[in-house]
């Protein structure tokens, strides 16, 4: 387990591996449950099988919380649910399922959650950035909502990924939580190395 996070509600985890993934997806939501949250999971493939043995790992099953509506799994395919990345079809769910939450009786919604592969391809970084500009926008005018969203460095190159910086309070690699001291700065990758410039302005503190 990570030291505590106190996750904003728009987070970003940059992972290598998909042990990294797991831990901090189970962390994020152990707080939520804690907190009297409900979860969402929207996994890509086999991600829900290393959070099952992660949760065991712990002494507990996930199926306890499955059982009981304090976690749902969504299929990651809801994402191109139109034929495309489609904003507004995700934020109608966010919507929906918090409004179910606290009719329920939770104190709030966390989803986690990572973006497919569209026709087997990585889809275009324009559509992916405009989509978590729309969705920040949203999340941090609705009530008690986190979100931690899940990139892969394997998958995405430097460039990529700290584009999608901006659009994140907070940033989760490397086993580390790190404010995003570049949020909203529209920084590029020209020069900056993002990830260096975290790490260096978190052990200057």
Not at 42 to 63: F, Q, Y
Not at 88 to 112: D, H, V
Not at 160 to 177: E, F, Q, S, W
Request: glycine share 6%.
């Amino acid at each position: 387990m990570l030291d505590i996070i106190n996750f904003n509600k728009h987070n970003l985890s940059i992972y290598s591996y998909p042990a990294e993934q797991t831990v901090i997806t189970w962390q994020f939501f152990k707080e939520g449950f804690q907190a009297g949250e409900r979860c969402i999971y929207i996994p890509n493939s086999g991600s829900t099988e290393k959070l099952i043995s992660e949760v065991k790992n712990t002494g507990e099953r996930l199926d306890d919380y499955l059982n009981i509506g304090k976690l749902i799994l969504i299929d990651n395919s809801v994402y191109l649910k139109s034929g495309f990345l489609d904003t507004s079809s995700i934020k109608q769910i966010i919507s929906e399922a918090e409004n179910k939450a606290t009719l329920e009786g939770y104190t709030g919604l966390r989803i986690s959650g990572e973006l497919p592969l569209k026709d087997g391809e990585l889809m275009d970084l324009d559509l992916i950035s405009k989509y978590e500009l729309e969705i920040d926008d949203y999340i941090s005018h609705c009530g008690n909502i986190r979100a931690l969203c899940h990139y892969s460095r394997n998958k995405y190159n430097s460039g990529t990924l700290v584009n999608l910086v901006n659009y994140h309070k907070k940033i989760v690699m490397y086993g580390k939580i790190y404010k995003n001291e570049f949020y909203k700065t529209n920084i590029n990758d020209s020069g900056v190395n993002i990830f260096d410039k975290l790490i260096e302005d978190e052990n200057s503190n």
